[in-house]
């Protein structure tokens, strides 16, 4: 059973910059994807990054390329999700996810891919 606990959300201005954490309970943590998702209100879970286990190979959604970048540190059995330039629509609970593996594309953003999540961390976009 792995364990993840997400940290880091907050109250964000537009334009801002935050970083969520994903701390992993698992010893063998470098062989897991580890996935971050977000879910606004009223609206259906969206994928927004992986990061592969293995090669920590990295992938974005389009609606966050550029502004968002996914890193692990395998040592800390953490991954980080930072947030830059903030936007109204990036307003979600955000949670972490893992599978052991890779980021299996085209089903790296399918949350039944994932067996472990963690129980979220909410961030706002306001000024």
């Known amino acids: 059973q792995v364990h993840l606990v997400e940290s880091g959300g907050g109250l964000v201005q537009p334009g801002g910059s935050l970083r969520l954490s994903c701390a992993a309970s698992e010893r063998t943590f470098a062989f897991y994807a580890i996935a971050w998702f977000r879910q606004a209100p009223g609206k259906e879970r969206e994928g927004v990054s992986c990061s592969n286990g293995g090669d920590a190979t990295t992938y974005y959604a389009d609606s966050v390329k550029g502004r968002f970048t996914i890193s692990r540190d395998n040592d800390k059995r953490t991954v980080y999700l930072q947030i830059h330039s903030a936007k109204p629509e990036d307003a979600a609970e955000y949670y972490c996810?893992?599978?052991?593996?890779?980021?299996?594309?085209?089903?790296?953003?399918?949350?039944?891919?994932?067996?472990?999540w963690g129980q979220g961390t909410q961030v706002a976009v306001s000024i």
């Open positions: 996810a893992g599978a052991y593996g890779d980021c299996d594309e085209p089903n790296m953003y399918d949350p039944p891919r994932y067996s472990y």
